[in-house]
């Protein structure tokens, strides 16, 4: 006779499984978010017109790109008309 032995995985909690997968995911995301603050220490430090830190790329983008209608997908007319002419109906 073989004897039932329940394996480690099914008699885990689900809820046990979850804090794993988010332990994980925080793990992964924090070598990003260390990564983007030493860049932002970094670019602060150097002062560089070459070497912008990332809060300046990002307010930059929000100010050029992120300002347009709905009908534009939010686009502004500086990032829709030059790449894409037909994005705005004008081409």
């Given amino acids: 006779m073989t004897a039932l032995v329940a394996s480690p995985q099914a008699s885990a909690v689900p809820g046990r499984r ?9 793990q992964r995301w924090s070598v990003f978010v260390v990564a983007v603050l030493g860049w932002e220490l970094a670019a602060r430090a150097a002062g560089s017109a070459y070497f912008p830190p990332p809060t300046t790329i990002a307010a930059n983008l929000r100010d ?28």
Avoid at 18 to 26: D, E, F, N, S
Avoid at 75 to 91: F, I, K, V
């Fill in 64 to 91: 050029n790109w992120l300002g347009g209608t709905a009908g534009q997908l939010f686009l502004s007319d500086l990032a829709c008309c030059p790449a894409w002419p037909g994005c705005s109906g004008r081409g």
């Fill in 18 to 26: 979850a804090v794993g997968l988010l332990t994980r995911i925080a």
